[in-house]
T-cell receptor, first 114, second 109 residues
Framework: DAMVIQNPRYQVTQFGKPVTLSCSQTLNHNVMYWYQQKSSQAPKLLFH???????NEADTPDNFQSRRPNTSFCFLDIRSPGLGDAAMYLC?????????????FGPGTRLTVT | GQNIDQPTEMTATEGAIVQINCTYQTSGFNGLFWYQQHAGEAPTFLSYNVLDGLEEKGRFSSFLSRSKGYSYLLLKELQMKDSASYLC??????????WGAGTKLIIKP
């Protein structure tokens, strides 16, 4: 089945220790998104890729970086995690064509910062 | 500014009907989405409305009024598994989703 995969599902890191979250998709969608979601809050868009074009949200901290080496994979790097970065990180994809804008989400990575 | 408003929490009884309302203000508009999110899981797509009116899909229906900036999600024949958060999201002129914080729906036997 075509899907969005995120690894790991749960990640524990220490304060200030860099961490990388990964996302892969078999949907061949050209747009990929990274969201941060804290409990009982709306998902917050961090960045998105339209094909290879990177789009950073204005209020995304510099501590967050992203890479998309190819269509299928996307990575979220948190250079120096703080306690406030503990959250669920959601990867999503969409196909920007044909009037279909539905975003397909991966299962998420729950990040704990100790 | 861009904004989505929806109730924080609702309670309903198994087998009943519940309507979850959403109002939105966006820069431009390219449609309204409803997603279901169970605790600790990712959102899953329920519906997309871009034209005024009611879209029915099994037990779930979604309504849109563009002139009023208003949508609702109607859930019929409620089941315990429908206990979840329901997220309303409006797509702006840049095709970006503006998300609400979600409505936590509690189903009681």
């Amino acid at each position: 089945d075509a899907m969005v995969i995120q690894n790991p599902r749960y990640q524990v890191t220490q304060f200030g220790k860099p961490v990388t979250l990964s996302c892969s998709q078999t949907l061949n969608h050209n747009v990929m998104y990274w969201y941060q979601q804290k409990s009982s809050q709306a998902p917050k868009l961090l960045f998105h890729y339209y094909d290879k074009d990177f789009n950073n949200e204005a209020d995304t901290p510099d501590n967050f970086q992203s890479r998309r080496p190819n269509t299928s994979f996307c990575f979220l790097d948190i250079r120096s995690p703080g306690l406030g970065d503990a959250a669920m990180y959601l990867c999503a994809t969409s196909r920007d064509s044909g009037g279909s804008y539905e975003q397909y989400f991966g299962p998420g990575t729950r990040l704990t910062v100790t | 500014g861009q904004n989505i408003d929806q109730p924080t929490e609702m309670t309903a009884t198994e087998g009943a009907i519940v309507q979850i309302n959403c109002t939105y203000q966006t820069s431009g508009f390219n449609g309204l989405f409803w997603y279901q999110q169970h605790a600790g899981e990712a959102p899953t797509f329920l519906s997309y409305n871009v034209l005024d009116g009611l879209e029915e899909k099994g037990r779930f229906s979604s309504f849109l009024s563009r002139s009023k900036g208003y949508s609702y999600l109607l859930l019929k024949e409620l089941q315990m598994k429908d206990s979840a958060s329901y997220l309303c999201a409006a797509m702006d002129s840049n095709y970006q989703l503006i998300w609400g914080a979600g409505t936590k729906l509690i189903i009681k036997p």
